[in-house]
């Protein structure tokens, strides 16, 4: 018997040695230690033994359990020591690697494109003024000189709001009325960028929310050739000397006479496309000469003064120079397309 508990010792330690990682340390003790363990059940046993054996066999027992434990202890504190440091190793970090860039946003092409115009029309002395997106209609319509039922209304699909007489601004030349108003008698020179609505189709050139950017001039002796010089000194900053501009008759109530401003179309090349209606020609913008009744409206007096006024498209304007053939990505939050500019 007192060989047998030699035996076990031998066999148990010798496992001991062998054992890799934690699972297998309680395996091993379950099978040497545990309940069912021939070591156990030699001790529960010792009381069947002849008398003069039990002393010796209980004492060595109790010997090779002891030492088990105490060597079941010292495994499993080197075996947990080996699994932290291999933790540690494995989640070590290295603070000298640079890093993850976080992804940066881009400034939009339209205020990119608003940017350059205010820095041009800075140059030309025109200070910024902004007014507001949603208007009374008596700004949007009636002080412009289209009165209730006006037909030139028409030219404008408009979102009217739950109130008859308040709409989104189909337009930012209201804004020409508070500005006046504001500077009245003094000379003006401003632009005033902001963004329009239209209850239109959306098509490759027209959107239903989109910037305009209105300029507006009045002072004494303010003449045609004032818009044309200031539209030519725009168009050769923004587009470069080589590009041909046009100013073709056109009509708006609140201007007369009326023009409209065209570049050539630089997507076919004056060939003609969908983006130019095929006729060559792109228009960037509205333009005349401020009607005497929208004078009078801002307070000034027409037979002192005149002025001239303008309004463009920065998302036209954006779509010729950087050659974009539909207006549409604009403001359709592709990150593909935002992210070239
Ligand atoms: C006007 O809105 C006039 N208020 C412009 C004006 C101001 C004339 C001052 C005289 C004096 P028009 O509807 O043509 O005019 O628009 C002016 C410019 O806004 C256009 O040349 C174009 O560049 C841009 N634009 C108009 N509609 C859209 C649209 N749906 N989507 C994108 N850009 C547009």
């Known amino acids: 018997m007192l060989k047998q508990l030699d035996e076990i010792q031998e066999q148990a330690l010798a496992a001991l040695e062998a054992v890799p990682d934690l699972a297998e340390l309680e395996a091993w003790r379950i099978k040497h230690q545990g309940k069912k363990s021939t070591l156990n059940q030699i001790l529960r046993d010792v009381g069947k033994l002849p008398r003069e054996e039990r002393p010796a066999v209980g004492k060595r027992g109790n010997e090779v359990k002891v030492a088990l434990e105490a060597a079941y202890e010292a495994k499993k504190q080197a075996l947990e020591r080996g699994e932290l440091a291999e933790l540690l190793e494995k989640d070590r970090i290295d603070v000298t690697l640079p890093g993850r860039p976080a992804p ?194 801002g307070g000034y007096d027409p037979a002192v003064y005149s002025g001239f006024a303008f309004g463009m498209g920065p998302e036209r304007i954006a779509m010729l120079k950087h050659d974009i053939d539909d207006i549409r990505y604009f403001f359709s939050n592709d990150l593909r397309f935002l992210g070239q500019f």
């Open 104 to 297: 940066l946003g881009r400034i939009h092409i339209s205020t990119k494109t608003l940017r350059e115009i205010y820095a041009i029309f800075a140059q030309m002395g025109f200070q910024v003024y902004t007014a507001r997106d949603v208007e009374l209609d008596l700004y949007n319509f009636e002080l412009l000189n289209m009165p209730p039922g006006h037909p030139a209304r028409d030219m404008w699909d408009t979102f009217y709001t739950t109130r008859e007489d308040v709409v989104l601004r189909t337009h930012t030349s209201p804004g020409q009325i508070h500005a006046m108003r504001e500077y009245c008698p003094e000379p003006i020179r401003v632009i005033l960028p902001g963004k329009c609505y239209r209850y239109e189709q959306v098509t490759a050139r027209s959107e239903f929310m989109f910037y305009q950017v209105e300029g507006l001039a009045v002072g004494k002796r303010i003449t045609m050739t004032d818009l044309k010089g200031v539209m030519a000194e725009f168009a050769r900053q923004m587009f470069g000397a080589d590009r041909r501009m046009r100013f073709r008759a056109s009509y708006f109530p609140f201007t007369e006479p009326s023009v409209e401003v065209d570049m050539d179309c630089i997507i076919c090349s004056g060939e003609g496309c969908r983006v130019c209606k095929y006729t060559g020609w792109l228009e960037i913008a509205g333009a005349g000469m401020v009607h005497p009744i929208v004078l009078q409206n």
